[in-house]
């Protein structure tokens, strides 16, 4: 008789394994993202270069 081989599930748990990781890398880079949607980060760059410009001309008065 013939022995039954044993399936080799190697490389199905290989490949579940990284697309686990995949998936759970992309979930979390939506999540850290999830700020820059509000647009907070784009009002506290211009606030930002806002301050900066005031401070040139304020140099430049000053001297």
Do not use: P, Y
């Not at 211009?46 to 005031?54: C, D, G, L, M, V």
């Amino acid at each position: 008789m013939a022995e039954e081989q044993e399936k080799d599930n190697t490389w199905l748990i290989a490949g579940v394994a990284i697309a686990a990781v995949i998936v759970l890398v992309v979930l979390l880079k939506q999540d850290e993202t999830k700020h820059l949607q509000s647009g907070s980060v784009a009002q506290l760059q211009q606030e930002t270069f806002s301050n900066i410009e005031k401070r040139k001309t304020s140099n430049k008065t000053a001297q």
